[in-house]
């Protein structure tokens, strides 16, 4: 049980355009999510806590207008990256927890985002 | 929040127990203990957690000092697959409403075939 679906697991987009990825909890109902970026041999860096039906929460320093969470349905969560830049090339994992386990969050198989 | 402190880097060989230290000196009495590792290019995944007992599940044992000051987690026969980064990370129970989990920098354990 518990299990997080992200897609797609790697994608290369031209600068200037936008990408959207999505992070589904196929056996559980999640009203909040989190995403998170990791750059290459750093940790984990949490974004944002997205809410089903409101506006997502953002951490300090990240730009909400860039990075567009929508959390419509109890099941999906996505982060659109707009106009994408090189910089914006990272590792995002999504995560979220199935309350009735006493196991901890679940994680995404992350998405690869190369921004040429 | 409170703050947890790792080593970088561990080596086990392979077959054999692995200690992963974690100091976290200014928990509090309701902070848990949460134990998360990320295997390369893969999204972290849930080992195990803990309050004040020590505890076991399937893939590892915790081992929590009477202070709670500092914690060990216990692979007790590293195998390959267990190559990956440990995060020790101090939270709420993992029953209850959502908290966020906000990584540290981690364990990075190297298994010796």
């Known amino acids: 049980g518990a299990v997080v679906s992200q897609h797609p697991s790697r994608v290369i987009c031209k600068s200037g355009t936008s990408v959207k990825i999505e992070c589904r909890s196929l056996?559980?109902?999640?009203?909040?999510m989190f995403w998170y970026r990791q750059f290459p041999k750093q940790s984990l860096m949490l974004m944002a806590t997205?809410?089903?039906?409101?506006?997502?929460?953002?951490e300090q320093g990240v730009e909400k207008d860039k990075f567009l969470i929508n959390h419509a349905s109890l099941t999906l969560s996505t982060l659109t990256v707009t106009s994408a830049h090189p910089e914006d090339s990272s590792f995002y994992i999504c995560?979220?927890?199935?309350?009735?386990?006493?196991?901890?969050?679940?994680f995404g198989s992350g998405t690869r985002l190369t921004v040429v | 929040d409170a703050k947890t402190t790792q080593p970088n880097s561990m080596e086990s060989n392979e077959e054999e127990p692995v200690h992963l230290p974690c100091n976290h000196s200014?928990?509090?009495?309701?902070?848990?203990i949460h134990w998360y590792r990320q295997l390369p290019s893969q999204g972290p995944e849930y080992v195990i957690h803990?309050?004040?007992s020590n505890v076991n599940n399937r893939m590892a044992s915790l081992a929590i000092a009477e202070d709670r000051k500092s914690s060990t987690l216990i692979l007790h026969r590293a195998t390959l697959r267990d190559a990956a980064v440990y995060y020790c990370?101090?939270?709420?129970?993992?029953?209850?409403?959502?908290?966020?989990?906000?990584f540290g920098t981690g364990t990075k354990l190297q298994v010796i075939p």
């Open positions: 995560s979220a927890r199935d309350q009735a386990l006493s196991r901890g969050y679940t």
């Open positions: 056996d559980f109902q999640a009203t909040t």
């Open positions: 997205s809410n089903e039906g409101s506006k997502a929460t953002y």
């Open positions: 200014t928990i509090s009495g309701t902070d848990y």
């Open positions: 803990g309050l004040t």
């Open positions: 990370i101090l939270g709420p129970p993992n029953s209850g409403g959502y908290q966020k989990v906000t």
